[in-house]
Antibody
Framework: EVQLVESGGGLVQSGGSLRLSCEASGFTFRSYSMNWVRQAPGKGLEWVSY????????YYADSVKGRFIISRDDAKNSLYLQMNSLRAEDTAVYYC?????????????WGQGTLVTVSS | QSGLTQPASVSGSPGQSITISCIGT?????????VSWYQHHPGKAPKLMIYEVNNRPSGVSNRFSGSKSGNTASLTISRLQAEDEANYYC???????????FGGGTKLTVL
């Protein structure tokens, strides 16, 4: 079964850091680019970051650029999001999503999400 | 960059059809055939329903269809069922410093 499981969320103070993980199973993780998408309370989905196969290309939303770092460890079938200088507006459920397309248009497998709460 | 524009809510009765619009620009929806639609039930993982404007992934009901005209993409759900009640989001590839943009989401209520 194709599966993504996020972990690492929790309560952190404003200005603090947190590292999210996403463990993949049921497919050849190294063959897929990956994304992080978040949903703030009462808001819609917001794309956060992308990492290509092999990790050579990364993109970030303007709202997190310079503060978040996406990475992957294909040997561990894992995706990561290092979140630094956290702000209250980063409070959200964070989802990892597999990208099966070539134009960022086929997020065909998602995790259940992990909640990040930033207290001010 | 602003997100794609979707109506905040739509509603329909079981058996009816509804259409959700997604308005972009020539830099995203209008410029590329890389529009996707996702269904999201609160507390669950989002689900891909349509990709590349009008393609359905395996396992998605043929009651769901997508189209595009100019800068506006649309998702049509026919023969509405109670389980279709959810939030729906469009996305598009975009020619900007970020490769993908989401719509604000539309809450579908099945009356």
């Amino acid at each position: 079964e194709v599966q993504l499981v996020e972990s690492g969320g929790g309560l952190v103070q404003s200005g603090g850091s947190l590292r999210l993980s996403c463990e993949a199973s049921g497919f050849t993780f190294r063959s897929y680019s990956m994304n992080w998408v978040r949903q703030a309370p009462g808001k819609g989905l917001e794309w956060v970051s992308y990492i290509s196969v092999s990790g050579s290309i990364t993109y970030y939303a303007d709202s997190v650029k310079g503060r978040f770092i996406i990475s992957r460890d294909d040997a561990k079938n894992s995706l990561y999001l290092q979140m630094n200088s956290l702000r209250a507006e980063d409070t959200a459920v964070y989802y990892c999503a597999r990208d099966s397309g070539y134009h960022y248009d086929r997020f065909d497998c998602w995790g259940q999400g992990t909640l990040v709460t930033v207290s001010s | 960059q602003s997100g794609l524009t979707q109506p905040a809510s739509v509603s329909g009765s079981p058996g009816q059809s509804i259409t959700i619009s997604c308005i972009g620009t020539t830099s995203d929806v209008g410029g590329y055939n890389y529009v996707s639609w996702y269904q999201h039930h609160p507390g669950k993982a989002p689900k891909l329903m349509i990709y590349e404007v009008n393609n359905r992934p395996s396992g998605v009901s043929n009651r769901f269809s997508g189209s595009k005209s100019g800068n506006t993409a649309s998702l049509t759900i026919s023969r509405l069922q109670a389980e279709d009640e959810a939030n729906y989001y469009c996305t598009s590839y975009t020619r900007s410093n970020t490769p993908v943009i989401f719509g604000g989401g539309t809450k579908l209520t099945v009356l």
